[in-house]
């Protein structure tokens, strides 16, 4: 008989992503849906003993929710100099008229910046200036943004530091940076060319129109002197965002640091102005969605799903590494991929201590929660910053079809993440001797 508390766990869990994902259908806004969540899952733990409201505030990854807040006062303070107007021009100008060159130009640099930063940290600098680009060439920005979401994702899977989950997993199994890198580049490097290609097929239609525009390259800084500082700012924080191990920074650190020296180098900033800018709804959505799933790992759901794998891991290694991939691809897309990293590592650890050879599972597990995040709207932090900022043009331009809708990802990004995960499903099979 199905325990009746997993059973009510899993059911809050579909209810809550049921009315995230239909969104449009209802009209009701998805942090609402996520706070109703919250407190059903919050109700039901008291009740079966399994969650509190403690172990509630304890669940959110307050990390995340300070650097997003952080980010964006930095990203509002930037967007006043006239910097990320005079770099979307040069973007713009190097991408000789081509729709799909310019998409490679943004994603290469994307990719880059989030195997060194976090993704959510990449998409948060990207973003506006994506949609600035889009507006001086008259194009559609949504291919771009999505392209920006999901090749972040991607890129951010090749390092220690560019997924938590890629540090939950590095700090259990004892793989430094290096070796991470090694193990990961070239999965991640089949995985980015087929996301890049199912992008270009898929918006084949919206991609085709040239660039008519004519692009000159000229500055356009309102305050030069702003962004010379803000971008000095940025590279402080980037070397320490690189050894925040070290200096045991959690990120939000890192980022508070740099906005309270950036508030005082430019000393004619209003706090008030530039804290305007924050987008509450999305920081109330991801604290609810936080509560939820911390819901879900405090029942043992999660953990009971990933004990089920033991004997096919014990007695067929191979075809276990596939599935932990899948799997974890699969539940990454619909609800968040570190508790799912965090239900999986004592399994793998338990096994490790028994003198069973997981090497491979580790690196299954960190391709597939990364990968995964691709497959829906809410299967990354970056992914929902995007969705944010879609909608957000869509208001202020009075034209609904610029946002982002759950359908359209799903349609978009469903294909990408299969032939991404194809990808990583052919390295292990082919490579599963060394990495083993």
Known sequence: ????????????????????????????????????????????????????????????DWNVIFLLAIMMIIVSIMTTTGGFEHIAHGIAARAGGSQFRLIFLLGAAVSVFSMLLDNVTTVIIFGPLIVLICQMTAINPIPFLIAAAMLSNTGGVATLVGDPPNMMIGSAADIGFLPFLLHMIVPVVLSWVAILLTIRYLFRRSLLPPITIPVVWQ?????RNLWNKSMGVLALMLI?????????????????????????LAERVSLEEVTAHIETPLLIFFIALFIV????????????????????????????????????????ALIDNIPFTAAMIPVLTSLKHQGIDVDVLWWSLALGVGMGGNGSHIGSTANIYI?????????????PDLQITPGLWLRMGTPAMLLSLLACSLFILVAYPWIS
């Open 1 to 60: 008989m199905p325990d009746p508390m997993l059973v009510l766990t899993g059911t809050i869990l579909v209810l809550t992503f049921t009315g995230i994902f239909t969104e449009k259908v209802h009209g009701i806004e998805r942090a609402k849906f996520a706070m109703a969540g919250a407190g059903a899952m919050i109700i039901a733990g008291q009740v079966f003993g399994f969650y509190s409201p403690q172990a509630a505030i304890e669940a959110i």
């Open 219 to 223: 500055e356009h800084f309102t305050h």
């Open 387 to 399: 969705v944010t900022v879609s909608e957000q043009l869509a208001r202020k331009t009075g034209n």
């Open 240 to 264: 320490l965002f690189l050894f925040h191990d070290l200096l045991a920074w959690p990120p939000w650190i890192v980022a508070a640091t740099g906005l309270t020296l950036l508030l005082f």
């Open 293 to 332: 799933i911390g819901g879900v790992e405090r029942s043992g759901l999660l953990h009971h799903a990933g004990t089920l794998m033991k004997p096919l891991i014990l007695h067929q290694p191979l075809i276990a590494a596939l599935v932990l991939l899948w799997v974890a691809a699969l539940l990454s």
